[in-house]
């Protein structure tokens, strides 16, 4: 059975920092790419990170581009993302999720080219 599952979310000051990990089953974990989504009350799903199979590209969001940091740990099967410098506004339920396919044309940043997905972790940040 296919599963990730997410931890690390808790409540935070701003300017602080947050590490959510996903941890993966082998058959989610061989995925092309993986990536991290937010969705905050009232609001739509919103692209976080994407990291491909090797870790050797990685893509991120406008707003979150310089202060979060995605990777992945292949022999740990783990997916990793650091937060730092967080913001009110980065309040959200972060989900991973997994892509079994990625190709030329394949968008990271849509949630629709994702086939797997985690149950998601709250993430606060007070102001």
């Known amino acids: 059975q296919v599963q990730l599952v997410e931890s690390g979310g808790g409540l935070v000051q701003a300017g602080g920092s947050l590490r959510l990990s996903c941890a993966a089953s082998d058959r989610t974990f061989s995925s092309a790419i993986m990536g991290w989504f937010r969705q905050a009350p009232g609001k739509e799903r919103e692209f976080v990170a994407a990291i491909s199979w090797s870790g050797g590209s990685t893509y991120y969001a406008d707003s979150v581009k310089g202060r979060f940091t995605i990777s992945r740990d292949n022999a740990k099967n783990t997916l990793f993302l650091q937060m730092n410098s967080l913001k009110p506004e980065d309040t959200a339920v972060y989900y991973c999720?997994?892509?079994?396919?990625?190709?030329?044309?394949?968008?990271?940043?849509?949630?629709?080219?994702?086939?797997?997905w985690g149950q998601g972790t709250q993430v606060t940040v007070s102001s």
């Open positions: 999720a997994a892509a079994k396919y990625a190709g030329p044309y394949t968008s990271w940043s849509s949630s629709i080219s994702y086939d797997y």
